[in-house]
């Protein structure tokens, strides 16, 4: 087992690779008294095309979100949950758009609750009648994110802004194509993806890490896994222009929203890797469109606007800067983003202050289960490591660095979404 | 964990010490009892407070502020507890010993109640300028609650029982009601807030106590007393016939709110034996009742919640679905109630409840605000401390959870059709 020291935090990860290679990643918190585990499959909802060796598949929309929710059922009669419940503790799932987690909260029985974990997720059991069960269950479910009209404007815009992308796809799949899942295609993902290598397991909370690993050696050494084949995600290649420069929608909502989307190749930014590259873009947008900037203080001060928040996310090949205001004047703030978009500011002052806020940010995070967790899963799905230095990145926050991206950052390829109120519309 | 409490002659100021948590966390709570006319002020002001100050003129100079102590967070809320409004200022900040800097905790005790004392305000009206900020924000989020189908449905159902209960107010008023708010009427609420208001200040943290209040008597210029008792309970009348009422939507799915009244519940039972019924019942999870009977046997949803209104002494179950299942639904909740009258559950799943009730309670130790809360109810409404639930849930029995089951008396079925209604 390695200890993974986070720098400059006082903090560390117990890392360790089980005989079939099941990455396990733990984080011990005396302190607490709950403890959670995810055990995490590198599958998500956008791998619907995939090869593996020489034979290409393709499987409906949805499937990720449609497997994590049957992968409960341990036989006819017998449900994940209901053993978690019995056990005192509290187990869960969700897909996102790169991975599929199962977790549990207990404070109690931590060795059966693993081992509970993984039996059920290592045991394939599926059937006809499950799944025409559970389309009833998650079309409602999908049929409930369309009564949102949050989750419609983020997944309109990513429509706007990419072409090809899976990324364009809601997480539970369309209604159409929940209807299109069928049992064979439950069984190719599971067989294909859901091996222990493809795999990773992530603990935080109080608990000894020796004795955890040999429950899940001791676990796994029951269990035959086939010859893991390493899958190959087919994604097509996502065109460099916005899909659609700009466009109005009418929604349910009773304020007008806009989200401006920069779309930027991530090819431009050579030497800096991703989580410095986003850390610098939230800097450059922290300073220019956040809460301290001259910019929101003026659009709140000639009333163009109630609210302005900005995003930063990685999509396939592409980085996507989206800046999401409310407002009733539309052509106007357009216009005002625009020109400060063209005339971005790097202040010295301001780094420095945010810098320092920043590391403290970072010091408290290590005292919440959930959130260390999270950290931890998204280190493994981004870059495949935990990320130990990143309190050294942070004081490498500096004006040079901010420099080297802010020049990327311009309107040369800009999605701008619109979103009214229905009721308008109609009067 | 150590508690103390401090009578401040104004004021009180309870605390808990604790090395669990590297951010100290304070809640300065004002209460008074609830009145209708009086919500969209509350709710203004506390944004309004939030928003600037006579030293921090915009939220640009607050926020440039709080970076500059180390990201500290100040927020604020109005919050409906049955017959009470709080006005609550909560705030968040890193434990001193973590950062090299002479008199962190006073700056941040400075801070904070030049905030609250010092408000943007001239010959006692606000600055124009952020009052209209604030109002048009406001009416905006008055008009965003539409957009969730979830709260406008249990809104509109809790007015369908009666739009003259407590428990029907809106707590940030109408549209018309903000509008009518000018900044000079908003300062003589600022002034309200002290004169008329309780003021209790929670802490919790790894702190000196005596220390902590010493500094927040030193900058807390609050010399109002008032030390009434408020009483929480709201009076929700039971019905002989049962309301039906329903509305259109442009929504896919239909929203269907179901309220039963649960009156005459005693300290154990509003505390411990109701929470143990309902999460049988239906707000445990995957593994309650409803859920079992309406997603799993009948898939006719995916999500169910069944909320224990306390203080207004209310059960509230929502459910979405398709507008053809309504029906089936609505007997099925009746029929899952009358089991758990009939006692049509295990000792099994009593057991499981409680060991699940008892993880939760665990987990409020991880987290400084649950754990803080629930001392604040503990004060407020002498809610048991975590250890002393845990010891009266190991007394439930069976015949608790029927005795409660039976306390539950439906008053209310709204349906927010769905636009694809089967006439």
Redesign the interface.
């Known amino acids: 087992m390695k200890e993974i020291e986070l720098e400059g935090l006082n903090e560390k990860i117990y890392v360790y690779t089980t005989k079939c290679g099941l990455k396990v990643y733990m984080w011990v918190n005396e302190?607490?008294?709950?403890t959670l585990m995810n055990l995490s499959v590198k599958y998500g909802s956008i791998h619907n095309k995939f090869k593996v060796g020489k034979k290409a598949y393709e499987v409906p929309n949805g499937i990720a979100h449609f497997l994590e929710h049957i992968k409960f059922n341990i036989d006819a009669n017998t449900?994940a949950?209901?053993e978690f419940?019995?056990?005192?503790?509290?187990s869960n799932a969700f897909t996102t758009f790169e991975y599929t987690s199962y977790l549990f909260?207990?404070?109690?029985h931590l060795n059966e609750c693993l081992n509970l974990l993984l039996d059920y997720v290592y045991t394939p059991y599926f059937t006809k009648k499950m799944i025409t069960?559970?389309?009833?269950?998650?079309i409602?479910?999908a049929?409930?994110s369309?009564?949102?009209?949050?989750n419609v404007m983020f997944f309109d815009n990513l429509k706007a802004v990419l072409q090809k992308s899976n990324f364009r796809n809601i997480i539970t799949g369309e209604v159409e194509d929940i209807k299109e899942i069928y049992l064979d295609d439950i069984k190719l993902v599971y067989d294909t993806f859901y091996h222990p290598k493809n795999m990773f397991l992530s603990i935080t909370g109080n608990f000894n890490p020796y004795e955890m690993i040999k429950v899940i050696e001791d676990n796994l050494a029951k269990k035959t896994f086939k010859k893991f084949v390493e899958p190959v995600i087919i994604t097509e290649q996502e065109p460099k222009k916005v899909n659609s420069e700009y466009k109005e929608e009418f929604l349910?909502?009773?304020?007008p929203q806009l989200k401006y989307s920069i779309k930027i190749p991530l090819n431009k930014f050579k030497d800096i890797d991703i989580v410095d590259l986003k850390m610098i873009i939230n800097l450059i947008l922290n300073i220019n469109f956040?809460?301290?900037?001259?910019f929101?203080?003026e659009l709140?001060?000639k009333?163009l606007i109630?609210?302005l928040s900005y995003y930063v996310d990685k999509y396939d090949e592409y980085i996507v800067i989206t800046i999401n205001v409310?407002t009733n004047y539309v052509e106007e703030v357009i216009k005002r983003i625009k020109d400060k978009i063209d005339n971005l500011v790097i202040n010295e002052n301001d780094i420095m202050?945010?810098r320092?806020?920043?590391i403290?940010?970072l010091?408290?995070n290590?005292?919440?289960?959930e959130q260390v967790n999270m950290m931890i899963q998204k280190d493994i799905i981004n870059c495949g490591k935990i990320i130990t230095d990143m309190k050294q990145r942070v004081n490498n926050l500096t004006k040079d660095n901010l420099a080297k991206v802010v020049k990327y950052i311009n309107n040369d390829n800009v999605s701008v979404s619109v979103f009214l109120a229905?009721e308008n519309q109609e009067s | 964990m150590i508690f103390k409490t401090y009578k401040c002659n104004s004021y009180n100021v309870h605390t808990i010490k604790t090395d669990r948590f590297k951010t100290i966390h304070m809640e300065i709570i004002f209460r008074k009892e609830l009145i209708k006319e009086e919500l969209p002020y509350y709710a203004f002001l506390i944004d309004m407070l939030m928003e600037s100050s006579k030293n921090y003129p915009k939220k640009r100079n607050l926020i440039i502020k709080m970076e500059e102590l180390y990201k500290l967070m100040i927020y604020g809320s109005t919050v409906k507890t049955g017959d009470v409004l709080n006005s609550n200022i909560m705030v968040d900040f890193i434990d001193p010993k973590y950062i090299e800097e002479e008199g962190y905790l006073e700056k941040v005790i400075e801070f904070v109640f030049d905030v609250i004392q010092n408000p943007n305000a001239t010959n006692e009206e606000f600055d124009l300028k952020q009052f209209n900020f604030i109002k048009e924000r406001l009416k905006k989020e008055i008009k965003s609650i539409n957009d969730n189908p979830f709260k406008v449905s249990v809104k509109s159902a809790l007015n369908a029982m009666d739009e003259n209960s407590k428990s029907a107010y809106s707590l940030m008023g109408s549209i018309e009601e903000v509008n009518e708010i000018t900044p000079a009427s908003l300062y003589k609420y600022y002034k309200k807030l002290f004169k008329d208001n309780v003021c209790d200040i929670f802490i919790i943290g790894n702190i000196d106590a005596d220390d902590m209040v010493a500094l927040i008597n030193k900058y807390f210029k609050h010399r109002y007393l008032n030390q009434n008792k408020l009483s929480l309970m709201v009076d929700n009348k039971e019905k002989k016939k049962v309301t039906n009422a329903s509305d259109e939507s442009k929504n896919i799915q239909a929203n269907l709110v179901m309220i039963y009244n649960v009156n005459n519940l005693d300290d154990v039972e509003k505390h411990i034996k109701f929470q143990v019924f309902n999460y049988i019942f239906g707000s445990g999870g995957l593994t309650s009742k409803l859920y079992k009977k309406i997603r799993e046997e009948n898939s006719l949803c995916y999500g169910i919640s069944s909320m224990f209104l306390k203080y207004d002494q209310l059960l509230v179950i929502h459910i979405s679905l398709d507008n053809k299942n309504i029906k089936k639904a609505i007997s099925l909740v009746k029929k899952c109630l009358k089991e758990m009258v009939n006692g049509i559950f295990l000792e099994e799943d009593l057991a499981d409840a409680i060991k699940n009730i008892n993880l939760a309670l665990d987990y409020t130790y991880d987290n400084n605000s649950s754990l803080l809360n629930n001392y604040v109810f503990n004060v407020f409404d002498n809610l048991p401390l975590i250890e002393d639930r845990k010891k009266e849930l190991t007394k439930i029995k069976k015949e608790d959870v029927i005795n409660v089951a039976k306390k539950l008396k439906l008053n209310t079925i709204y349906v927010l059709n769905g636009k694809d209604m089967e006439q």
């Open positions: 302190k607490v008294t709950t449900v949950h209901d419940y019995k056990l005192g503790a509290d909260y207990a404070n109690n069960k559970e389309k009833g269950i998650i409602e479910e049929n409930m369309l009564d949102d009209p949050y349910n909502i009773s304020y956040g809460s301290t900037s001259d929101k203080e709140i001060d009333e109630t609210n409310y202050r945010k320092n806020a920043e403290a940010t010091i408290l290590y005292e919440d289960i229905k």
